[in-house]
């Protein structure tokens, strides 16, 4: 099939972010040992790298980190199944304040705290999955913020628990904390950690049933129901899975920050910038969500330091530029090159025009 | 006043599937331009809303015309990026140009309340606000009932393949939206800034408003989205005297889950886009 054909020119199939067939021809890069090769020389660098930096630099790796992990943890619902998802801060804003709160109230040591957080984050989202994946497109996206937001204002309501718009601070002084602050160099291996699991994740669904099975969802639900495949709880299983990563990944960035505050976890800006990642790198794949998570955050990071009054200025013409030039993602963009030898910015430009 | 930015925003979603995150940013747009006026010439902000109104429908067109245009067929994704993208550049423009202070402008009358029987106050510019929101509302119901403009609108939303067919420009169409959207922003914006303070900060929380205000009152339903804008407005006041805290918020976002659960074509009730939203 050619790329002519595959872009929904009839406006009616709003939510086909990769309209590509599954079975689409591979380039060599990514069959799956190779690609699983790479993956793990990349995760043997990082760790190298780490005794490269100096300890500013190791802060904003670690953030780096954590957004291709989040970015990862989105692609699950939102490009893979297709699910347009914009709570999805609400599920990283739930694993911290849940890790916040067994630390803080319970003493409970952090590596019990990060899975019970995961695992709250995954069967809350099943249990809001449940009546909201029936929903489609604007309606999920608009329903997922609502769950978000309230989530955010339930947290800042509880102030005995929470400790409401104040903030709470997880105890890392020696001897009364249940597990002591692990260092930057610690949390740079966490992160680390938990955004290799996170794309390892995507890199095994790419290739199993289950995961061709969210794609199929993807282009065409009935359809998908039509062949056999049990829709809702393929739905549900993307879903949970992909809060409960995020969930973790926000139980380690609450740890990480000590004082976590219901603004910052629950920031709506979060949620925008994963899906901005997913979808300048390239929403449906393994590498995609990785090269945007790091475009975008070395970008913003850089940015901030050569122009400190308008860095967010120019990040926002970045992706406006970003998303007019290569509305498909760096991901598509480079294997279409690769198969149709068209390099032409300009065609990608006509493909979505009016 | 809160149901025209609603207004606007329902009208993009619903004419052309696009959440328009950066609506919040014309609102502002529009109060800051009210707000020279008013610092330069004296102009009374109500009715700066005009000359807001026009600039930012203005701007709406152009951007719709030469940017959004381009991406209009893509994914959901896509358009919600791009406006992203505008967002934060329009906002972070007008904390460079204006600072992020907030302003608010001063009018001689605003404040005083008109007193009604049983010590019910209303606030002079609040009244304005409000009867000029239902008036302009009222206007484009008419326009969009009577005037081949407005159907032109209207019919492209529901199909743009026929539309184009019956000779209809979709792109011109867009631009017109767009810019209409933006300008109702615009005058709401010089509203805002005489009955309360503005920062560019707020522009995220303009958004987030005509968002659940479009849902509660119905996707791309426009009298609708004025309801909805209303209703969350009551609440919101209401319910911030009967409740602890700003726990009223999180009421809201649950009965917005909630409606969108049971009943996604909005209270109002016409399912008039929700028929044909999404395949």
New interface residues.
């Given amino acids: 099939m050619s790329v002519q054909q595959t ?11 990769n309209a590509r067939p599954a079975d689409a021809p591979r380039s060599s890069l990514s069959s799956p040992l190779v690609g699983w090769a790479l993956g793990g020389l990349a995760l043997l660098l990082a760790f190298g790298l780490l005794t490269q930096l100096y300890t500013g630099q190791v802060r904003t790796v670690t953030t780096i980190y954590m957004f291709v992990g989040l970015a990862s943890a989105w692609n699950l619902i ?1 490009g893979f199944t297709g699910y ?1 998802c914009f709570g999805q801060v609400g599920f990283f804003g739930l694993g911290g304040y849940t890790t916040a709160v067994l630390m803080t109230h319970g003493g409970v040591s952090f590596w019990l705290a990060l899975p019970l957080s995961a695992a709250l984050g995954g069967a809350f989202a099943a249990l ?1 999955g449940w ?2 994946l ?6 999920f ?3 997922t ?3 978000a ?2 989530l955010r ?2 947290v ?2 509880l102030p005995e628990l929470t400790g ?1 718009g104040g903030g709470i601070s997880i105890p890392t002084a020696v001897g009364k904390a249940p597990t002591p602050w692990l260092g930057n160099d610690g949390f740079y291996m966490l992160f680390l950690l938990l955004a290799a699991a996170c794309v390892a994740v995507a890199g095994v669904l790419i290739r199993v049933r289950a995961g061709y099975g969210l794609r199929a969802i993807h282009q065409d639900e009935d359809a998908a129901a039509a062949i056999g495949i049990h829709v809702t709880r393929a739905k549900l299983a993307a879903f949970a899975g992909s809060a409960a990563l995020t969930a973790a990944i926000g139980s380690a960035y609450a740890f990480q920050q000590v004082t976590i505050f219901p603004e910052r976890l629950f920031d ?2 979060l949620t ?1 910038l994963m ?2 990642m ?3 790198g390239g ?1 449906g794949s393994v590498i995609g969500p990785v090269v945007g998570a790091v475009a975008i955050a070395f970008a913003s990071e850089w940015l901030r330091q050569r122009l400190p ?2 860095h ?2 120019a ?6 530029l970003a ?2 030039l290569m ?1 498909q993602g760096f991901r598509h963009y480079v294997g279409d090159v690769l198969r149709e030898r068209r390099f032409s910015l300009l065609d990608n ?1 006509r ?4 | 006043m809160f149901g025209l930015i609603a207004v606007g925003f329902s009208l993009v979603w619903g004419v052309m599937h696009i959440v328009n995150l950066s609506h919040g940013a014309f609102v502002l747009l529009g109060a800051y331009l009210a707000w020279q006026l008013n610092v330069y010439f004296g102009l009374d902000p109500f009715l700066g809303m005009l000359p807001a109104g026009l600039a930012l429908f203005a701007l709406g067109y152009g951007l719709q015309r030469g940017l959004i245009n381009l991406v209009v067929n893509a994914p959901i994704f896509i358009t919600l990026l791009l406006t992203f993208g505008l967002e934060l550049l329009l906002v972070n423009g007008l904390i460079l140009v204006f600072t992020a202070d907030y302003r608010a402008i001063p009018t001689s009358y605003a404040a005083h309340s008109l007193i009604l029987p049983g010590d019910v106050r209303v606030p002079f510019g609040r009244l304005l606000a409000a009867v000029l929101a239902i008036g302009v509302t009222a206007l484009l119901g008419y326009v969009f009932k009577r005037t081949r403009t407005g159907l032109a609108i209207l019919a492209t939303g529901m199909d743009r393949g026929a539309a184009r067919l019956m000779g209809i420009s979709a792109r011109h169409v867009y631009a017109l939206t767009y810019g209409l959207a933006a300008g109702l922003a615009g005058a709401a914006g010089a509203a805002v800034g005489a009955v309360s303070t503005f920062s560019p900060a707020d522009a995220g929380r303009f958004t987030l408003f005509s968002f659940v205000a479009a849902v509660l009152g119905g996707l791309g339903n426009t009298s609708g989205a004025l309801l909805g804008g209303l209703l969350l407005g009551l609440v919101e006041a209401w319910g911030g005297q009967l409740l602890p805290g700003t726990l009223i918020n999180a009421v809201a976002f649950g009965v917005l889950v909630v409606v969108l659960a049971v009943r996604p074509q909005g209270l109002a009730g016409k399912a008039f886009y929700a028929s044909r939203v999404e395949v």
């Fill in positions: 872009p929904a020119a009839d406006g009616g199939s709003h939510f086909v972010v939102g347009a809001v009546p909201l029936r929903l489609k497109g604007h309606y996206a608009v329903a913020l609502g769950v937001e309230g204002e339930v800042i309501n409401g709506v800006h925008v899906v901005v997913v979808v300048i929403a009054q308008g967010a200025f990040l926002g013409l970045l992706i406006v998303v007019i509305p430009v493909r979505y025009r009016l």
